[in-house]
T-cell receptor, first 112, second 112 residues
Framework: GESVGLHLPTLSVQEGDNSIINCAYS??????FIWYKQESGKGPQFIID?????DKRQGQRVTVLLNKTVKHLSLQIAATQPGDSAVYFC???????????FGSGTRLQVQP | DTGVSQDPRHKITKRGQNVTFRCDPI?????LYWYRQTLGQGPEFLTY????????KSRLLSDRFSAERPKGSFSTLEIQRTEQGDSAMYLC??????????FGDGTRLSIL
């Protein structure tokens, strides 16, 4: 079946730098995309979402970019902090369905 | 808003035993979802309820699995005749309207 995937399994950055986590999706029927952060022993925590009628959305220190032409999604974290260290998942939702399809995740390590 | 609550947090059982997990969604959320997550992977969709109606089930949900949401509030997920491959984190999420899914911290199941 179609799936959401991630380019890099681990990303290591210095504290204060900007982080970019990428994600490729293959389901052309996907119309809603979400980024989640998951810390060890906890459930996924919602970060930011974007619908397919947008190409950019900003939150507090985070920005999500959507390129529907190449089916690519990215999460930008500004001024990365040690507390940002976690596994980040992108997920997509197909039109008319409610089930989220997750990728395998990218581990973000922030070096002090 | 107390968040999605799951009980128990950890369950250890012998192969062949039955187990039941409970999920209490965020108050007034009409949709409730179950996912399974194995180590190093993203969550995989199992099933979803809108109020008390179970609207979608994944092929991952074998006949040993059953989920209920009898009053449209809390939900239970039962696994009968557990197998080694059932060892995983079982996550519950809830949502309302077009809002994103919010996850609980899961129940970690270990099969001896």
């Amino acid at each position: 079946g179609e799936s959401v995937g991630l380019h890099l399994p681990t990303l290591s950055v210095q504290e204060g730098d900007n982080s970019i986590i990428n994600c490729a999706y293959s389901n052309s029927a996907s119309d809603y995309f979400i980024w989640y952060k998951q810390e060890s022993g906890k459930g996924p925590q919602f970060i930011i979402d974007i619908r397919s009628n947008m190409d950019k959305r900003q939150g507090q220190r985070v920005t999500v970019l959507l390129n529907k032409t190449v089916k690519h999604l990215s999460l930008q974290i500004a001024a990365t902090q040690p507390g940002d260290s976690a596994v980040y998942f992108c997920a997509d939702e197909d039109t008319g369905r409610r089930a989220l399809t997750f990728g395998s995740g990218t581990r973000l390590q922030v070096q002090p | 808003d107390t968040g999605v609550s799951q009980d128990p947090r950890h369950k250890i059982t012998k192969r062949g035993q039955n187990v039941t997990f409970r999920c209490d969604p965020i108050s007034e959320h009409n949709r409730l979802y179950w996912y399974r997550q194995t180590l190093g992977q993203g969550p995989e969709f199992l099933t979803y309820f809108q109020n008390e109606a179970q609207l979608e089930k994944s092929r991952l949900l074998s006949d040993r699995f059953s989920a209920e949401r009898p009053k449209g509030s809390f939900s239970t997920l039962e696994i009968q005749r557990t197998e080694q491959g059932d060892s995983a984190m079982y996550l519950c999420a809830s949502s309302e309207g077009e809002q994103p899914q919010h996850f609980g911290d899961g129940t970690r199941l270990s099969i001896l």
